[in-house]
């Protein structure tokens, strides 16, 4: 069976964060999905690395920003640890209870959303209507010095 884990993030997502994502650094948007989610973060003028590259094998930028496939999370989550870079990374919230996040990152933040992020979901590089997004999302942060450990959007 192929999972399907492309789920796109909309411009509204990045917009709800864009004031707490540093905007001296590069940011690397690791995941290329469809090549929307960097044109959105240039677009809300962040100097962006976006490019169809393996995360696992490239370190480009001085901050990651990116939407990862779910699936891959304990992966993704040790590359990030590996790279030691600052990070914005919408992860569903269940992530926080996982014991492989705790063990490498038990100083992270968060950044709650003022609603549920409603992602485009493509299978084989195209939107299918996926419905209404059935589960909820944080954007867990790292080495970003927000001004608490918890950030609720209003």
Not at 75 to 91: D, H, N, Q, S
Request: charged share 25%; with cysteine.
């Amino acid at each position: 069976m192929v999972k399907h884990d492309d789920y796109m993030t909309p411009f509204s997502a990045w917009e709800d964060v864009s004031a707490y994502i540093p905007r001296h650094l590069t940011l690397w948007e690791a995941f290329y999905g469809d090549g929307t989610s960097g044109h959105h973060l240039t677009e809300l003028g962040f100097d962006v690395i976006h490019e169809d590259l393996d995360f696992f094998t490239h370190d480009l930028g001085e901050c990651v920003v990116t939407n990862p496939p779910f699936s891959e999370l304990p992966r993704v989550l040790a590359r990030l640890r590996e790279l030691g870079k600052p990070f914005v990374v919408i992860m569903p919230c269940s992530t926080l209870t996982t014991r492989y996040f705790r063990d490498l990152f038990p100083d992270i933040q968060v950044i709650v959303p003022r609603k549920r992020i409603q992602f485009r979901k493509l299978v084989d590089g195209v939107e299918v209507p996926s419905g209404r997004c059935s589960f909820d999302c944080l954007y867990f942060c790292w080495r970003l010095g927000l001004p608490r450990d918890v950030v609720f959007l209003t």
